[in-house]
């Protein structure tokens, strides 16, 4: 009985039916996996509204949904699309929900004449994995409406768009005034010295000097006032407090300070007698400051404090004192 069972599928199995068959589930396979691979990307393409006036941006967005695997390749829209005004690109947005890739791409269009306008399909084209084989699938056409402007005829003619009404930039202005009050004190000398010169007589400006001790304390109250490190800017603080610092030293002592390191500032303080008295207050300064910049050091607010203090006293503790005013010896004769 079970040899008979045996002939009986190897008959079924030679018959043009079953082969029929065979070729028939070959084929639904195919379309299947064809349809579930399709499936795998989609793509679509909207605009922000249907109806638009003259002159309005228009917004258009192209949507991809696809797996991981798949690498999506889009076209140049900016040449794809002739029908309207290319005015610019948007950020480009990706992210991925529950393992699907989802990519928008945003563009900015106008249209300048009225009616109805057609934005063409676009092919997109994507490849599966490392697959060099390009695939395409297109979006479906986007129809809007471009309306004229309601033509008030009693009214005078207007601009489409309202003038932009620009902010004052205050600090432009200030610039501007400063250079022109600039021009005009130079142009006065100018002219005050041209005219002496003619006349046999020129004027001498005496050279204004200021104190290094004045520069310096008028910079560390600027920088003070800038706040630096209470808005987060440690580092910054740090580098331009020294610096001034630095540059007191230098035009103060006659050294090159702002070329030296620390231990060689300390070095040269230590030479001068009119510095060795705010050595040790320069040492704690030099190595506070030091920290920040070089080993990331993250001070607390009362370092950032000190550092000021120490600065006003170094500087007000080396100010030249006044000369006493030498009266002459009176000699008597007899």
Known sequence: MVINAVHFLRRLFCTKFFQVTQKFLLIALFFIVSKVEAQSISVSAITDTASYRVGDYITYEL???????????????????????????????????????????????????????????????????????KN???????TITVHTLQV???????????????????????????????????????????????????????????????????????????KFWQNGLVKEYHSEITEIVRKYFEARFNFKALEMTSSEILAALSCVEEAKNIVSTAENFFSNADLVKFAKFEPMPKV????????????????PKPQPAVTPEVVNVQ
């Open 63 to 133: 949507e991809i949904k696809h797996g991981n695997y798949i690498t999506a390749h889009v076209p140049s829209v900016k040449d794809s699309i002739k029908v309207l005004e290319f005015i610019k690109e948007l950020p480009f947005e990706k992210k991925d929900v529950d393992g699907k890739i989802i990519e928008r791409y945003k563009f900015i269009f106008s249209k300048y004449d009225s009616g109805k306008v057609t934005i063409p399909s676009l092919k997109i084209g994507y490849s599966e994995g490392s697959s060099s084989v």
């Open 136 to 142: 395409y699938i297109a979006t479906l056409p986007v």
């Open 152 to 226: 008030n005829t009693q009214q005078d003619i207007r601009d489409v768009k309202e003038p932009l009404k620009l902010p004052l930039d205050w600090l432009l202005i200030i610039i501007v005034l400063i250079v022109v009050s600039g021009l005009a004190a130079g142009g006065y000398y100018l002219y005050k010295y041209y005219k002496k010169k003619k006349e046999g007589k020129i004027i001498e400006v005496p050279e204004v000097v200021i104190p290094p001790h004045e520069i310096a304390l008028t910079e560390l109250r600027t920088l003070d006032a800038k």
């Open 304 to 319: 950032n404090d000190e550092m000021m203090a120490q600065a006003y006293r170094i500087v007000d503790e080396t100010i």
